[in-house]
């Protein structure tokens, strides 16, 4: 570093440390004791493949059942066992954050025994997931640091994981709708089982590839506003949603309070993440409307198997269920494709 005064330097030197002390709290540690991504090691020496043997099964998207079927997260594998081949391996928080959820209850979800920590950053808050533990040692409402043991890597799950493919199946995203407006499309749905796991639910959560967010080098609020946009919708309602209330980053210009909302203009990606969110004010559309103002087809196609928008044998784009589902979670409505 070089100063002409020493004013002018130790300014230098005090802003250097600022802004070199949040970049190191914002970005993450690697959830498990395995040091193999970060010295560039091959993919098989940090990630758990399905019983199909194929190292990216156990990688983030379309990448079960030939293409067929999403992977929510990272499936982490074991470096440290005992002699009856159990896990020893501690999971840990990538960030520091609050325990939001607790699931102890091992038979209740696919997730197995799991842990839900929320972080939040410059009026943004996403989530991480550590699943399939063996043990639990947090408690709900607990402030975790990066680095605190959450508990020790397991097998648990309501469907059989065999010991010997224990491992950490690992989530970073966003939640969608809020307790009270998940559980309103939950009990319309007719499922078998009660919801659980209130907001916690797999299906109120929108991950994205933490493979990606690990090698971007940048906090997740950076690597949100970064994903590419696959479509652009036009939603008319006047529900200031939950979700924008509690990540106000992500709106491209203030709310006006004193106007009257019309609508909202979302750009998302291929998974039906939403990315970028304008408010809409001067505009009045018929009531519970959607348009899509934007599409890119290439970026849809190149992950078939999450259904957002579709397109029919005409070449007319249609909502899909998945879509749908995120809407309804966001909104506590359902809408109609307008063309
Ligand atoms: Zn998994």
Known sequence: MYCFSLK?????????????????????????????????????????????????????????????????????????????????????????????????????STYGRYVVLRHTLDSFGYYSLYAHLHEVHVQLNQMVQQGTALGIMGNTSCSKIPLSRAHLHFEIGLSLGSKDTFHAWYSKQGFKEPNFHGEWNGMNLVGLDPLEFFKSGSDFLTFVQNQPVAFTLQIATSTLPHFIQQNQALLTTPLQTEKTLYGWEIAFNWLGCPLRWTPLYGLKLPANAVYVLHCNPIELSQHGCRHTLEFNKQGQVLLAHVLQRQLTLLFNARFQLFY
Request: aromatic letters at 10%.
């Open 8 to 108: 002018k330097c130790l300014t230098s030197i005090w802003l250097f440390i600022i802004s070199y002390s949040t970049t190191l709290g914002s970005l993450p540690c690697w959830p498990t004791d395995n040091p193999a991504f970060f010295q560039n090691k091959p993919m098989d020496t940090y990630i758990q493949p399905t019983a199909s043997g194929l190292v990216a099964s156990g990688t983030f998207g379309c990448v079960r059942n030939r293409g067929t079927r999403f992977h929510e997260g990272v499936d982490l594998k074991s470096v440290h066992r005992n002699r009856r081949n159990r896990p020893l391996d501690s999971v840990r928080a990538i960030l520091p954050g609050i325990v939001v959820y607790v699931n102890t209850n091992a038979s209740k």
